[in-house]
């Protein structure tokens, strides 16, 4: 049982750099989105997806796109990684949406952006 | 704005003891309460889901209760184990239209053999 699957485990990238964290469920679920965790800031929603071909904002979409072709793939990219962006970064997944439904996480990418 | 408070932030007991984690939010209007587990260098896992209208669920060990009028949700934790050690979260969905989760920071627990 693979649930949510995100790569890389860790990245270290210079400042200005582009990259892409890659997520990837084989639940079929409809419901897909991107956290963030800081130190004493929890956790923050950056994009979230409630189908293929719909995205949409969260509270800290700065800096990060995504895209949403497949229902199986919800990558983000960091277009001009700052200081700003090292963090640990979380995929979820949910069937019924993030409304009532249970979240489902992958272990997380460890960014630092030197 | 809803706002979402765990205290204490760490909590260390011995093997054995029933515990209590607390989660406070401040607007009673809320859709769901989650609770989470996060084990170090890990991802998060569901442990529990309250809808607003219900008071409780229990898992196994696990029971958290909701009291929407008070702000409060108890996260208790029945013969703790050390297996049980890690951050524990809880997150609500306000009512309303911008049903996004607001998340706690979290109780870090520690429970000594």
């Known amino acids: 049982n693979a649930g949510v699957t995100q790569t890389p485990k860790f990245q270290v990238l210079k400042t200005g750099q582009s990259m892409t964290l890659q997520c990837a469920q084989d639940?079929?679920?409809?419901?897909m989105s991107w956290y963030r965790q800081d130190p004493g800031m929890g956790l923050r929603l950056i994009h979230y997806?409630?189908?293929?071909?719909?995205?949409d904002q969260g509270e800290v979409p700065n800096g990060y796109n995504v895209s949403r072709s497949t229902t199986e793939d919800f990558p983000l990219r960091l277009l001009s990684a700052a200081p700003s962006q090292t963090s640990v970064y979380f995929c979820a997944s949910s069937s019924t949406g993030h409304l009532t439904g249970e979240l489902f996480f992958g272990e997380g990418s460890r960014l630092t952006v030197l | 704005k809803q706002e979402v408070t765990q205290i204490p932030a760490a909590l260390s007991v011995p093997e054995g003891e029933n515990l209590v984690l607390n989660c406070s939010f401040t607007?009673?209007?809320?859709?769901?309460l989650q609770w989470f587990r996060q084990d170090p260098g890990k991802g998060l896992t569901s442990l529990l889901l309250i809808q607003s209208s219900q008071r409780e669920q229990t898992s196994g060990r696990l029971n958290a209760s909701l009291d929407k009028s008070s702000g409060r949700s108890t996260l208790y934790i029945a013969a703790s184990q050390p297996g049980d050690s890690a951050t524990y979260l809880c997150?609500?969905?306000?009512?309303?239209?911008?049903?996004?989760?607001?998340w706690g920071l979290g109780t870090s627990l520690a429970v000594n053999p």
């Open positions: 997150a609500v969905i306000p009512a309303g239209n911008n049903r996004k989760l607001i």
């Open positions: 997806s409630v189908g293929a071909g719909i995205t």
């Open positions: 639940m079929n679920h409809e419901y």
């Open positions: 607007d009673s209007a809320i859709y769901n």
